[in-house]
């Protein structure tokens, strides 16, 4: 989304980082177990497994909370069961948004995320519902200092990459679901490990919202991401940099 670097930063400021820091890892955590338990439990023969480990350490996860992570999908006392499930509906502005869960009790969450729509002035939709607005694509991100922009998109081009980008802090390459494995093992040997690589639903065109809208989208996105089940928020709204500079000086 266009400002999403200013965005995150918003939002950042607006809360604790300490405490949605310790939310991440937890979230992170979790994420690698289930990765973990997905296959085998080795980031080398578990493409899964690589991504969560590659995502947590891209925001300085301790390297022993990721092997407690791991350790934990492999304990024999370990019962607790997690169900991957989507949501998707409409938010502030009717703005499109899917999001990604990872839940031990499908009930609870089930409730906590329609009650967050209904409280931020969204309706929750039905699975599959948003197909049209979104697209489940690879995307592969790397810090900017790791490579000269012409170089990456020399390289993301060659690797088969359809979407080529470089942000405030990222340069990304977005790929076809079924190419993304190659992708990101051609530019990881060009470029090395990169921050982030993972399949998101990327949006296939977005839709510009005004001031009021976006700060109450921004509200509504904090809320989900604050839900401990909540791994994932996609949307298809943009901001102008001029309304972002607007929020972040409020």
Not at 24 to 31: D, G, I, N, V, W
Not at 99 to 127: C, H, M, P, Q, Y
């Amino acid at each position: 989304m266009a400002g999403h670097s200013k965005f995150k930063n918003i939002m950042y400021r607006k809360g604790a980082q300490d405490a949605k820091r310790a939310k991440l890892f937890s979230k992170m955590a979790r994420e690698i177990t289930v990765a973990a338990k997905s296959g085998i439990p080795e980031a080398e023969k578990n493409p899964r497994l690589r991504n969560a480990i590659i995502s947590a350490r891209a925001e300085n996860m301790p390297k022993d909370r990721i092997e407690k992570a791991i350790q934990k999908a492999t304990g024999e006392n370990d019962e607790t069961s997690y169900e991957e499930i989507r949501y998707e509906g409409y938010g502030p502005g009717s703005v499109a948004v899917i999001i990604d869960v990872l839940t031990d009790n499908r009930n609870r969450t089930a409730s906590e995320i329609r009650s967050a729509f209904s409280k931020n002035g969204g309706s929750l939709g039905e699975t599959g519902s948003l197909s049209f607005v979104f697209n489940r694509k690879g995307v592969i991100k790397f810090k900017i200092e790791d490579c000269d922009e012409n170089n990456f998109f020399d390289y993301a081009a060659d690797a088969g990459a359809e979407d080529i980008s470089s942000e405030d802090d990222a340069h990304v390459a977005i790929c076809k679901s079924e190419e993304f494995g190659n992708v990101r093992d051609t530019l990881s040997s060009k470029i090395g490990d990169p921050s982030s690589a993972k399949l998101e639903w990327v949006p296939q065109n977005y839709q510009q919202v005004n001031q009021d809208d976006a700060e109450k989208i921004i509200k509504f996105i904090d809320v989900l991401e604050d839900n401990d089940d909540v791994q994932n928020v996609y949307t298809n709204f943009e901001i102008s940099d001029e309304i972002m500079e607007k929020i972040a000086n409020k």
